[in-house]
C-alpha cells in the first residue's frame, strides 16, 4: 500500500474533484431550472455536465496525462534519446570496473549482462 501512495492520493483527489464538480454542477444546474421555471430533468443535466467535464478533461488533464505519461512512456519503451543515456552509462560504469578490476572485469561485465540483459 505504502508502496503506491501517491497513485492512491492522486486518485482519492481526482475521485473527490470529480464528484466535486457534478454535485456543485447539479446545484447550479437546479438552481438555472428553478429560476426558469423549468422542472429538473436529470437527462439535460447528464448531457450539460458530461460535454463540461470532457471540455476540462481535454484541456488539462489529457495534456497532463500525455506529457507525463508520454514522456514515460518513450523513456522507458525504448525511444533513441533513450537508449543514449543507457548506453553512454553503461559505457562510464564498464570503464570503471576496467580500472578498479582489470583481470576479473570482462568476467563481472558478462556476467552482469547474463543477469540483466538488454532490450
Do not use: C
Not at 497513485?7 to 447539479?26: C, D, K, M, R, Y
Not at 512512456?73 to 562510464?92: F, I, N, T, V
Amino acid at each position: 500500500m505504502a508502496r503506491y501512495s501517491f497513485l492512491w492520493v492522486t486518485l482519492i483527489l481526482f475521485a473527490g474533484s470529480l464528484v466535486g464538480h457534478w454535485l456543485f454542477g447539479w446545484l447550479a444546474f437546479a438552481d438555472e431550472q428553478a429560476a426558469h421555471h423549468q422542472a429538473v430533468e436529470v437527462g439535460p443535466y447528464l448531457n450539460l455536465m458530461a460535454r463540461d467535464t470532457f471540455e476540462n478533461w481535454q484541456s488539462e488533464f489529457l495534456q497532463l496525462a500525455w506529457q507525463v505519461g508520454g514522456l514515460a512512456l518513450l523513456y522507458y519503451a525504448g525511444s533513441p534519446q533513450s537508449r543514449g543515456d543507457d548506453e553512454r552509462m553503461e559505457g562510464k560504469l564498464d570503464a570503471l570496473l576496467r580500472r578498479v578490476d582489470p583481470e576479473q572485469a570482462d568476467e563481472i561485465i558478462r556476467a552482469l549482462d547474463e543477469r540483466y540483459p538488454g532490450r
